[in-house]
């Protein structure tokens, strides 16, 4: 099993709010990405990161933004929520070296009222 | 066109059935590829990899032909439990999306 963790599994929060979603591995893993899901939707890449220091944005634009300052921890954070970022938000990671596969979190579910 | 393209479906097909999807990428630069499955609200969940001389899990083969720049899932003997969505990903060299592209899914349903 795969230990990847995010945290909260679930948030609500009114509007304008600034939230911090929570991403750790323990693989030392140095590939790490955010993805965005919409129930029934596919995924959308928002950030990624090939290690401390190095973020990029995804191909979804979002108004989120992410740091890397430790190899095991990839946190998202929204500085003022809005409804329509309500959505799953997904981290994952990998080694990121031939035919090494990626691995999920459990995801946040953020409803933004 | 997307990089990587799949049947969306439904497929709805009986218990006990086999089905298969496939799964077409255009950038030649890709290296690996893997199945992935994901349930409803759930997160994806590493199905299987796929190898270039095919492997098998169980009910479950993939394939992987190069020269059409495709690759296979076939499920055997289909049982309720293989309802979901079955996405096909694939990591390439260069280019943007961390490298790592997702199909949209194809959606199997299995009915008793």
Known sequence: EADIYQTPRYLVI??????????????????????QQDPGMELHLIHYSYGVN?????DLSSES????????????TLESARPSHTSQYLCASTLGQGGSPLHFGNGTRLTVT | RKEVEQDPGPFNVPEGATVAFNCTYSNSASQSFFWYRQDCRKE??????????GN?????????NRASQYISLLIRDSKLSDSATYLCVVIRTGGSQGNLIFGKGTKLSVKP
């Open chain 1, 14 to 35: 009114g509007t304008g709010k600034k939230i911090t979603l929570e991403c750790s591995q323990t693989m030392g893993h140095d590939k790490m990405y955010w993805y």
């Open chain 1, 54 to 58: 190095s973020t990029e944005k995804g």
């Open chain 1, 65 to 76: 933004t992410v740091s890397r300052i430790r190899t095991e921890h990839f946190p998202l």
């Open chain 2, 44 to 53: 994806p969940k590493l199905l299987m990899s796929v190898y270039s001389s």
């Open chain 2, 56 to 64: 098998e899990d169980g009910r479950f083969t993939a394939q992987l």
